[in-house]
């Protein structure tokens, strides 16, 4: 397995993560104070270029340009470790990184205009960031403290039937640097079953796309909705409570989506989404409004505090 | 039935693919059997006219069509072909790049218009967001409660003990010279225009 650091990470923020489920930032700050994971988030750092780049509005050229520029700030920083928040930055990073890397001209371009906009200081060179290296999810980070989770467990969430959607962007298009294997990941299982938890490892549909497919979602609605649905099913008749994530656009389609995907199917789905690190930081005690952030989800995600116990009262 | 003539180079389209920069290295389309893997793990397949494996067959078939055809957006960009391909190729890689030629032709501009409002807030904050003319049609999916953590989202991210979202000027004109070295700006003015003009061409 790849090697993941613990120290000098840049916490890479995410557009839809700021606007839609704040607390899965706060929730990955939280966990990382706790385990011990060294790092910093840049007010310099600008957003991926991701929904506008997979919408097609974004050229590879330009999207290279803008995370020559990125990966310029976390050298400066000192933290050239990026972990991001979203699956889509993660693999568009890794994807820039490639680029830069091995093509040359592209490389000089780039150089070129950072030299004539007054920021030589940011310039790449070769092998400055490496794809496997230096390019992570923070759940990845995570997952490399997974066992020093169970010590740290103030809440029981055992109650729950759990299971995972582990987002394309980060299982599909660099596969070879996928941790486990893609075609049944088992990252966020993983990190849960840490918490004491049982999951559902399996389940029809479980690779599947959430469905969003970034322009589909708003130009073709119906087709997008007919496909989270599939998955919705499975989970429904494995009797799901809680479906956990790592990428904020997924969680968006299946948490504010759902209401409106099951009226029209006249299913009452009901499954509570959260990140996994929103998962983990309830289990490690963060405060669910304070920390988690949730008060920002579609599907209501108070049953869990109702049935939640505190391990220290026993 | 295409038919070619003696001496044509067949393989121009794939060649031209394989040479963006936005194709993997090693891109497999030159190898590709047609097995189909790509088409049985497809969501888009599934509920649609789409086949990533026609897409490919037609690639290798020089047709041009392709950059005017509507079925090239019905991919969703998952990358379930591409992550199970026997020979490295990946017909996501492939639409990403057709729609760009779709883009620079000119029938493709307004197939992203609608998103040109993303590219906006980046250039005045460094950061994307979702165009406000799709927000009305969101309202009434996600119900009045998301609108209204909308209206308090700046304090709900102060309760987190979350910082601003925007950058600092300095680091927006960055951006912005970059991204008008680069041509995006012209770019997105052109797509811009298409969408206020309803112009296809």
Redesign the interface.
Known sequence: MKEIPDKEILLFKSCLVNVEYPGVESSTRFLFDKLGIEYIVSEKQSCCTGLGHYADLFDQFSTTALAARNFGVAREEKHKNIATLCATCYAILKKSANILNKKDNVRKEVNKIFDSSGISDLKYTAEDMDSRDNIFHSVEILYNKADEVPDLVEVDLSGFRIAAHHACHYCKVHHKDTIGNVRNPMVIETLAKACGVETVDWYDRKTNTCGNGFRQRYMNKELSFSITAEKLLSLKENEVDILLHMCPNCQLQFDRSQKVIGESIGVDFNIMCLNISQFLALALGADPYKVVGIQTHSVPVEPILENIKQISSY | MTTFKIGENTFKLAEIIIK???AS?NLGILKCIQCGMCTSVC??A???DYDPRGIVKRVLDKDESLFTDDII????????C??VCPVNNSVCEIN?IL??KA?DIGK?KL??A???E??ES?LEC?????PDD?FDD?LK???S??GE??DN?ED??E???????S??DK?VN??N???E????TK??ER?RRCKDEGDTR
């Open positions: 963006d920069l936005k290295e969501p888009a599934r509920h649609t957006w019905n991919c969703f960009y998952c990358y379930s591409h992550s990403q729609r760009q883009i493709g197939k992203v609608p998103f040109s993303y590219a980046y460094g950061l994307g967001a979702i799709f969101l999916d996600y119900g409660e998301w953590f909308k989202l709900i991210r309760e987190l003990g979350l910082g601003s979202m950058l600092p680091d960055e951006i010279k970059i991204l070295k680069t041509g995006f770019r997105l797509v």
